[in-house]
């Protein structure tokens, strides 16, 4: 069964980072980009970057570029999204999924929470 | 980036009844091999978006055939017949013909 299973929430404090992981399972990992998209409370989703396992390229939106990193590992099929110097405003659900030109998978999400 | 609207933001829906759900680009989403990559999610509260409808008009396997979608160009429309407590959540239609992908701001759909 394909699927993405996220790593667990997180907790940090303003200006900290976080890394958080996605594993890929039941399909051949390069096979397809990953992108990650976020959502704060109570609001609608924002696209935050993406990955291609195949060779690591990797597109950010205007606003995170210089604040987050997209990795991947193809020996545990896992890609990682770090943020770094985080706000409060970057508490969110965070969420990979499968895709390149629609998001047909997608993984369970992964709380961050960023304290003042 | 392509701007997506939709309409309404909020939906209240009798048991049974349809709902309909729009979504305008602010670009035509016609990619030059023909395709367009428009496509819908439903979000339960507390879970992840699954997608229904993929190239404007394709349903996902397990959807059922009384969710639909349609339009061209820049104009889409979501449809749900005979509406079900399973149908409640948040709809986002995205477009992916043109990069960064972009979401619009959700629908809301509740039971009447």
């Known amino acids: 069964q394909v699927q993405l299973v996220q790593s667990g929430a997180e907790v940090k404090k303003a200006g900290a980072s976080v890394k958080i992981s996605c594993e890929a399972v039941g399909y051949p990992f390069t096979s397809h980009h990953v992108h990650w998209v976020r959502q704060a409370p109570g609001q609608g989703l924002e696209w935050v970057g993406a990955i291609s396992p195949r060779n690591n390229s990797t597109t950010y939106a205007r606003r995170f570029q210089g604040r987050v990193e997209m990795t991947s590992d193809p020996s545990t099929s896992t890609v990682f999204l770090e943020v770094i110097y985080l706000i409060s405003a970057d508490t969110a659900v965070y969420y990979c999924?499968?895709?390149?030109?629609?998001?047909?998978?997608w993984g369970q999400g992964t709380t961050v929470s960023v304290s003042s | 980036d392509v701007v997506m609207t939709q309409s309404p933001l909020s939906l209240s829906v009798s048991l049974g009844q349809s709902a309909s759900i729009s979504c305008n680009s602010s670009d035509s989403l016609v990619y030059p091999d023909g395709n367009t990559f428009l496509n819908w999610f439903h979000q339960r509260p507390g879970h992840a978006p699954r997608r229904l409808i993929y190239l404007s008009s394709t349903r996902d396997p397990g959807v059922p055939d009384r969710v639909s979608g349609s339009g061209s160009g820049s104009e889409f429309t979501l449809q749900i017949g005979r509406v079900g407590p399973e149908d409640v959540g948040s709809y986002f239609c995205m477009q992916a013909t043109f990069w960064p992908p972009t979401f619009g701001q959700g629908t809301i759909v509740e039971i009447k």
């Open positions: 999924a499968r895709g390149e030109t629609g998001m047909d998978v």
